[in-house]
């Protein structure tokens, strides 16, 4: 039995609907106005909102809204007589769980509200578990790291290499997210040997070597009831297979091997290697790095290798005293970026004026000056410009034209005109022949220059 609240400011279909999803076994509170249904939320907990869209005060999408900021988990059903195609889509895309249309029959009514009713409930088990597995994996994980203390942060360090490798590699999320838990999972297994085998502190003979390799189906078999975890398994089961096929525990090779078992190998590996062990000490990551280029292609995915490779080479992962360490990418050094700002001005000194007001207003711009509209249209062939300052009395005498020749060259420059006139026609004009903006002569009009380049050139 569900929680509902129904709002519809007409009592009589407000009681038929209640009654409907009464008679469907739900315990039903009724509202006659959005307001009040909002005040009901505040002080019960409901399971879902069924509500009328068109109704006095707020309406029904109004109510959604609000529903979705204040109790987000809280589906609504929204019922309207106006099935407009505009009123679905807005209710579809402002995230209604569910749509019934005026007349409406009983089944129609009870179908919306057990489908949202169940949907809330789908996504609320997701959610639990998407919380959930990694807690259980970790504490799994725990149990092994607790029986042999050179093993602390192990799991860890390696998943978060993993991890790095299955980004550069482009997995999805969710298959990131099931690398994750299998990464952390994936000695699970070791549970089942004995302490004197797996912490034995010298190399192991044949016997107690077939004993360690039981340890990933051990770990797949433990993990087999757990259906939370069910999509690690194949990392747990197939982290010691090896590309060419003479791992264990199937032998499998090449990309028969779930690519996530053969991440989390070399992950794994990398990390044992530069990690202290019982009887040894870290490799230097010269070792480490022979040690990758040596089994590329043997023991691991060349593919995987290579990631890792690169990320030791660009330095995004090294090898400090405390265990393996993964760095954010170096973010490329800060590039001087020169502003080249075109002027067409045929007056000396005026050209003099507005250069210096530009080299103040922009740092870093450089000024180029066209004295002629034929010599701006050959500075722009095949140069990139920032910004374009046009006087409107060129020499040539062609006046706007200026502009169109511009913007022929460079559709997106933006483009200040400068002009003696004052006048809205002229403003219109410069608009229309592609200025960008538009600043008269006179006064204080250097600094409105100023604000508008600003404006038009991102600092
Ligand atoms: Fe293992």
Redesign the pocket.
Same mark, same amino acid.
């Given at each position: 039995m569900s929680r509902i609240l129904v709002i519809d400011d007409e009592a009589v279909i407000r009681m038929l609907v209640m009654e409907i999803l009464e008679t469907a076994g739900h315990e039903i509170t009724g509202a006659d106005s959005a307001e009040r249904a909002l005040t009901l939320l505040e002080e019960s907990q409901f399971d879902l909102v069924v509500s009328d869209i068109i109704m006095p005060g707020l309406s029904g999408l109004e109510l959604l809204g609000l529903v979705q900021e204040r109790h987000a988990s809280v589906p609504v059903v929204l019922v309207t007589g106006a099935g407009t195609y505009d009123t679905l889509s807005q209710a579809l895309t402002r995230g209604a769980a569910g749509l019934v249309t005026k007349p409406f029959a009983h089944a129609d009514l009870q179908a919306a509200v057990s489908d949202a009713l169940d949907r809330a409930a789908r996504s609320r088990d997701q959610l639990r578990e998407r919380l959930l597995a990694p807690t259980l994996a970790s504490a799994l994980a725990n149990a092994i790291e607790a029986r042999d203390s050179y093993l602390h942060g192990h799991c860890e360090r390696l998943a978060s290499l993993a991890v790095r490798i299955a980004e550069e590699l482009g997995l999805s999320p969710d298959e990131i997210e099931t690398l994750r838990l299998g990464a952390i999972l994936?000695?699970i /297994?070791?549970i089942g040997i004995p302490d004197r085998v797996l912490l034995k502190p010298a190399a192991l003979d044949d016997e107690e070597r077939l004993i360690?390799e039981t $340890?990933?189906t051990i /770990?797949d078999k433990l993990l087999e009831p757990l259906d939370l975890l069910a999509a690690a398994r194949p990392i747990v089961r197939h $982290? $010691?297979e090896r590309w060419d096929g003479a791992g264990y525990p199937d032998g499998i090779a090449g990309e028969a091997i779930p690519l996530g078992a053969r991440i989390v190998a070399v992950a794994?590996s990398v990390e044992v290697m530069s990690a202290r062990q019982l009887y040894r000490q870290p490799r230097s990551p010269e070792e480490i790095v022979a040690e990758l280029h040596h089994c590329r292609g043997k023991q691991w995915d060349p593919a995987v290798i290579d990631v890792a490779l690169a990320l030791i080479e660009s330095k995004q992962l090294d090898f400090p005293p405390g265990g393996l360490r993964l760095l954010e990418a170096a973010a490329p050094p800060p590039q001087t970026t020169h502003v080249a700002v075109l002027l067409v001005e045929a007056d000396d000194d005026h050209a003099a004026v507005v250069t210096a007001t530009i080299e103040r207003a922009l740092e870093g711009a450089v000024v180029a000056r066209a004295r002629t509209v034929s010599d701006a249209a050959e500075l722009m062939n095949g140069a990139s410009w920032s910004l374009a300052i046009v006087d409107h009395q060129s020499p040539d005498g062609i006046g706007m034209e200026i502009l169109d020749i511009l913007r022929e060259h460079d559709a997106r420059l933006p483009i200040v005109m400068l002009t003696g006139e004052d006048s809205e026609e002229t403003a219109i004009n410069a608009f229309r022949h592609g200025a960008s903006d538009y600043v008269v002569k006179g006064g204080e009009y250097l600094d409105r220059l100023t604000t508008r380049v600003r404006g038009l050139v991102p600092a």
């Open positions: 994936h000695d /297994g070791k360690v $340890h990933p /770990g $982290h $010691h794994d």
